[in-house]
């Protein structure tokens, strides 16, 4: 199965990947802060539950989420390189609040994440060489950095929030040895709750809902999925009938999906899979099987997974009925770029040859 980088893959191998592709888009070029940009290359934020459009003053707008009240999102402002700050877009008065800038020369800031009390995001270079996370407290407004900062020869990758905790995969390149990470962001503390045995592309993210978080791993030729209850400290492990796994998105705490891929020294087949595991019936279920490339893979609050694959041009559409997972028709928004549906709302990036629209709202249009 062959990736498709339309969207950002939350990992070092896929940041010099999405390098390249935005410098052919967008002709980044190493003097690009001497050049003024043209308001008429600014981004449009269209909010549909207030109403409101305005222009905002960033060439790019990279990683987002958002809540009821608040955007948060990597932009890039007069940057030398790719996005450079986080900024805050209030939804009521449509003022912009800058909360972080990057302290990298050629600076690459992504990954947000957002709950009803945190603020996670990544402060990296152009070239991905330190991955340098941040956290931020909503209440005190206090920023601090989730892991040592620009560590040698570790690679902390892109962490995920669960309730009052960060979770992340942290990687030593001198042995290649990776354990995933669990941080109380109110304590301080960090534990190691897994050693993995393989680190790869498909495993490298992270995915938590309910209290629970999923990751895969691979070992005697089997692909493994692991469930982790941070409250209860347990840890579940669930064989997959095939070796090389990974992309596991939790549903809720007994239902997740996940993808299947060629072994990694053979030439694409086209026939890679997304199962749908019922943990309550211990039944899995092959939805799509004729699977040879991949864009993207996104799962809602409602249980709704949507499926970007084939270049088939929108996101296919599936919902759980009776312990299985069903097609429900296609997301018919053509050219969007990164779609977030987290906290209740969806926000989708249209970058298209006129202006390029960031779109916030509570319920999609079909």
Known sequence: MKIIERTIILSCAAIFLFIVFKAIYNGVQSNRSLIKPQSSNYYQIIDKDFNKTVDVPFTNIHSYRGNADYIYMSVDQESPSLNNKIVQYNRKTQKCTTIFTSKFKLPSVQGVELNDNWLLWVDTDEHGGYLNPYFMNLKTQEIQPLTKENEENVTNDFPILIGDYAAWIKMNRKDEKAEVLLKNLKTDETTSIFNLNSFTFRNMSLSAKDGKILFTDEKDHFGYLYLYDVKSKEIKEFKSSYEFIGW?????????????????????????????????????????????????????????????????????????????????????????????????YYIYNYELNEKSKLIIQSELPN
């Open 248 to 344: 596991a998105r939790l549903l809720n705490d007994q239902q997740w999906v996940y993808l299947t891929f060629d072994a990694p020294s053979e030439p694409s087949t086209g026939d890679g899979k997304l199962i749908f595991y019922d943990a309550a019936t211990n039944h899995s279920q092959e939805v799509v099987s004729d699977i040879d490339s991949v864009s993207d893979l996104n799962s809602d609050f409602y249980n709704q997974i949507f499926l970007f694959f084939n270049d088939n041009g929108y996101y296919k559409k599936f919902k759980i009925k009776d312990h299985l997972l069903v097609e429900d028709g296609w997301l018919e928004m053509p050219d969007i770029f990164r779609f977030s549906a987290e906290n209740g």
